[in-house]
Each structure stands twice: as C-alpha cells, then as structure tokens.
C-alpha cells in the first residue's frame, strides 16, 4: 500500500536562523592545514601548559576516597574550594569576595550567556563598544537583543558618548572588556573606568565587565576592575577565566555578581546544565592549593612579551605603507588598520595562498564595520615562525 504524506517538522525558532556562525571559527578551520602560520586565533600556546602540574592535580582529585565525590553531581553554584580559591585570587587583584558572591561556569562565554537570559527580553537594548568581543554580539543577538555600539578612542569607552547613548537609548545593560580588550587589545585607563561607573549609577544600567585577559599583563600598570570602583558595586557583574592562565580545554570560567542577579544566574544554569564539571573543579582547586599559578602566569608573561614584541618589530615591513597599529600593553591581539582602498576581508584569500591567516575585523563591529580592520594574534607562534608570517603576509598584502 502506499505511503502517507509525510509532514515536514516545524520551523526552527527565528533566533536560530537569523544569528549567523562566527566567521572567526570559520577562518580557524581554514588554518589548520599544516604550514599554515596563523595570527587568526586568540589560543593560548599549548607549549605553555602546565601539563605536569594538571595531571598531578587529576591523579590527587581522582586518587582515594575523594574520587566518588568528583565523579558525582555537584551543585549548581560550584565547589566551595573553587569558589573560595576565585574569592582569595580576585581579593588579591582590589575587589573584596567571599565564596557566596562567586559562581563557576562553563567557561566565562557561559556566564556571558547566563546574564543575557536573565537580564535581557527580546527586544531591550544593549551596549556595546566599538568593535567588541565577536561571541558576545552572538550571545546578544540568540538574546533578542537590539545591539548599540558605544563609540570609542584607541584607549576604549568615550564616558561622554556612553552617557549620551543611556540617556538616548536606555539599555538594560553596558557589555564592556576594559583590559586587554578583544579583538582590540587596548586597556581603559582607570579614569574612565571610575566614570563609566559614576554613569551607571546615576543612569541606571547594568554593567557587565568581561576579563579573560587581565593576568596577561607584560608592560604598564594594573588597572582596578570597573567593578571595584564606587558606583558599580550594587549593578556590576564581573566574568573571569581560567582558559588564558590555566588552559581552556578545563571549561572553567566564573561569575561574580550582586545577590539577587546571581541567584537568578544560578536558576539559568541549572536549566542550561545543573552543574560545572565536578571532576574538573576540584582538579582545579587542588591545583590552585598545590601550585603556584602566578609563577606560571610569570612564565607565559614572558614568552607572551617576546611574542608581542616579535609582532610589533614585524608589522612595519609587513603592512602597507599607510597602514596603522595600536601597542597593547597584554592580552593576545594587535588591532590594525590598512590603508585607503584595502579591504582586509577581500586580502585574507591571498593570505590564505601564502599560508599565512589574521582575523579580518569587519565581523567585530556593530553597525557599519570598517573593511580596513583586522585582528592579529601572537600568543600560539615563536618570535621565529612570527618573522616568517609577516614575511608571508607581507607578500599577500602587495
């Protein structure tokens, strides 16, 4: 007998068609044919990893009586040693914490995704800068989110622009990353961090202070978090990492927020996944008792410097003449403009002929993109492979 018709499954939420893939995962595909030397992603070098030292800390979470508690359920909010040992780290850095105002995630971009469902409807508006972090337009956007940038200088958030843009728009909340920033790398100087708090106060907004690469500081003077400044005590939520200073593939990132906002995060991650990895918390905390991740930090610090500095002595005989560059003091990324009549996404395919790739910075901004913009990593190549990608660069951009 024949078949019944057969009825096709419903539509896909809007959400899910109208926010596109991110083109920067997209180049990193292109990129890992061998020979290729990359400044397209923002990784930490593998080479770098305290391999040793995590596996010790494995085998002591996993060796004993102690191993049924890491492979059993956790509860939602984190591992009191984690949250005690993020509480002791963030002290350290100027912003008095306790282990009740802490909650660990799945990575930061997780935190990230847990304040967006519950501080924004579909709808509300949110700040942003200049070009900003290219996964949390993501985020905003699977969010509902109208999505404004806030103009800025080579050192981040114009406060006068900002408070303009809250009076003008009244968003629901300010998404900034002040130090080290991606994909620019530029630090906000801790002036306008005390303005951008003094706004958010006298407006009323929710300030949302993303910092993966803070530890990652080789020049320069530490900046306090906006989140320590008076003003942003009771509305800031701060995001941390593990990834940059640790390693990624571990997924541990936290959130430090105001009471009621982390108590309703707390609601979202457990319909989003009950609990941060139990055996991956603890591992982390015993190695945060065992060893010294600042001296590790001190490590990467300086093969990262070398790194830097190998990039910025490279870029004037690789770049157009024309062409410009910021000097970050840390982090991961030089920011670049080429010169009139470049489009650096148009420039990436020869790039890619001459096994060599960067991140074009058109995807980054919000609104009208600059086509002369891109993103160059120096963390995951020696000063040597360094100098032979900007030769190669080079050649693809003549």
Do not use: M, N
């Given at each position: 007998m024949p078949l019944a018709p057969v009825a096709a499954p419903p539509a896909f939420a809007a959400r899910a068609t109208a926010v596109g893939g991110s083109p920067v995962r997209e180049i990193l595909a292109l990129t890992e044919r061998p020979g290729v030397i990359s400044f397209a992603g923002g990784l930490p070098a593998p080479e770098l990893f305290d391999t040793a030292g995590l596996r010790a800390a494995y085998d002591a979470t996993l060796g004993g009586a102690g191993s049924a508690r890491?492979?059993?359920?956790?509860?939602?909010?984190?591992?009191?040693?984690?949250?005690?040992?993020?509480?002791?780290?963030?002290?350290?850095?100027?912003?008095?914490?306790?282990?009740?105002?802490?909650?660990?995630?799945?990575?930061?971009?997780q935190g990230l995704t847990l304040l967006a469902a519950t501080l924004v409807e579909p709808g509300d508006t949110v700040l942003v800068e200049n070009p900003t972090y290219l996964a949390a337009l993501q985020c905003f956007a699977l969010a509902g989110a109208?999505?404004?940038?806030?103009?800025?200088?080579?050192?981040?958030?114009?406060?006068?622009?900002?408070?303009?843009?809250?009076?003008?728009?009244?968003?629901?909340?300010?998404?900034?990353?002040?130090t080290f920033q991606n994909p620019t790398g530029r630090t906000l100087p801790g002036a306008r961090r005390a303005e951008v708090a003094r706004i958010a106060a006298r407006l009323g907004l929710w300030l949302v202070e993303d910092d993966p690469y803070g530890d990652l500081r080789y020049e320069g003077?530490?900046?306090?978090?906006?989140?320590?400044?008076?003003?942003?005590?009771?509305r800031t939520a701060l995001l941390g990492s593990f990834s940059k200073v640790m390693a990624p593939g571990l997924r541990l990132g936290w959130l430090r927020a105001p009471a009621a906002l982390r108590r309703a995060a707390v609601v979202a991650k457990q319909a989003a996944d009950l609990h941060t990895s139990t055996v991956d918390q603890l591992a982390a905390a015993h190695y945060l008792?065992?060893?010294?991740?600042?001296?590790?930090?001190?490590?990467?610090?300086?093969?990262?410097r070398a790194r830097r500095d190998a990039?910025?002595?490279?870029?004037?005989?690789a770049l157009p003449a024309g062409s410009e560059w910021n000097r970050p003091e840390g982090g991961m990324f030089v920011w670049a403009r080429l010169?009139?009549?470049?489009?650096?996404?148009?420039?990436?395919?020869?790039?890619?002929?001459?096994?060599?790739?960067?991140?074009?910075?058109?995807?980054?901004?919000?609104?009208?993109?600059?086509?002369?913009?891109?993103?160059?990593?120096?963390?995951?190549?020696?000063?040597?492979?360094?100098?032979?990608?900007?030769?190669?660069?080079?050649?693809?951009?003549?």
């Open positions: 890491a492979l059993q359920y956790s509860t939602t909010e984190g591992t009191p040693e984690l949250r005690e040992a993020v509480a002791v780290r963030a002290g350290a850095r100027g912003l008095a914490t306790t282990a009740d105002d802490v909650l660990v995630t799945t990575g930061s971009q109208r999505v404004v940038a806030v103009p800025c200088d080579g050192e981040g958030l114009l406060p006068d622009a900002l408070a303009e843009a809250v009076a003008r728009e009244r968003p629901k909340l300010l998404y900034t990353v002040p003077s530490e900046q306090p978090w906006i989140a320590a400044h008076p003003g942003a005590e009771d008792t065992a060893h010294d991740l600042d001296a590790h930090i001190a490590r990467v610090r300086q093969a990262y990039l910025l002595a490279g870029l004037d005989g010169p009139e009549g470049y489009d650096a996404t148009e420039r990436l395919k020869s790039a890619l002929a001459h096994d060599v790739a960067y991140v074009p910075g058109a995807p980054f901004h919000s609104g009208t993109p600059d086509p002369r913009t891109l993103r160059l990593s120096f963390t995951t190549h020696t000063p040597q492979e360094i100098a032979e990608g900007l030769t190669r660069l080079g050649r693809a951009l003549r």
